[in-house]
T-cell receptor
């Protein structure tokens, strides 16, 4: 079945350093979504990418969708303590079941002030 | 709008007991899903629905039942609770394959 792999599992950075998490799917995705979950909270939607090669920015966050629509990345420039949390990617399998959204295991980011 | 609501927030069960986790949304979303979250395992899809009267299995459906009699409600039933079902359960809804709105979660412990 479809698998979505996410690396690294954990990342510890000093405040001000950059951070990147990578997401790879075993199958072509129709779209990819990114979520952030703060400790003790629920996942909150960040962005959705649909087009091959798409790049979107939200302030210090840059999201990319690969040309083959099988991989994606989230890059945070100059991390802040407010960036702490777990970042998940999730994708719908292209041509697959409509409601079957598969999540990666997430990257837990900690930021040392 | 209340968004996605889940009850209860916390629950402790004994092995073999049954219970229903409630989920409701007031955004008229077609898609609703149940996930469980365990440490290091991310979010795993249990069951999902793309509309009233339509449900399907996700990655880890065993031991759980769902029904979708209305657009608003999507209850998750544990038939005979087992310690392996100790987890945090999230319900989510979306308009098609768009962004998912998550509920606050139910923290379930099975003794």
């Amino acid at each position: 079945g479809q698998q979505v792999m996410q690396i690294p599992q954990y990342q510890h950075v000093q405040e001000g350093e950059d951070f990147t998490t990578y997401c790879n799917s075993s199958t072509t995705l129709s779209n990819i979504q990114w979520y952030k979950q703060r400790p003790g909270g629920h996942p909150v939607f960040l962005i959705q990418l649909v087009k091959s090669g798409e790049v979107k920015k939200q302030k210090r966050l840059t999201f990319q969708f690969g040309e083959a629509k099988k991989n994606s990345s989230l890059h945070i420039t100059a991390t802040q303590t407010t960036d702490v949390g777990t970042y998940f990617c999730a994708g719908y399998n292209y041509g697959g079941s409509q409601g079957n959204l598969i999540f990666g295991k997430g990257t837990k980011l900690s930021v040392k002030p | 709008n209340a968004g996605v609501t889940q009850t209860p927030k916390f629950q402790v069960l004994k092995t073999g007991q049954s219970m229903t986790l409630q989920c409701a949304q007031d955004m008229n979303h077609e898609y609703m899903s149940w996930y469980r979250q365990d440490p290091g395992m991310g979010l795993r899809l249990i069951h999902y629905s793309v509309g009233a009267g339509i449900t399907d299995q996700g990655e880890v459906p065993n031991g759980y039942n769902v029904s979708r009699s209305t657009t608003e409600d999507f209850p998750l039933r544990l038939l005979s609770a087992a310690p392996s079902q100790t987890s945090v359960y999230f319900c989510a809804s979306s308009y098609g394959q768009g962004l998912q709105y998550f509920g606050p979660g139910t923290r379930l412990t099975v003794l």
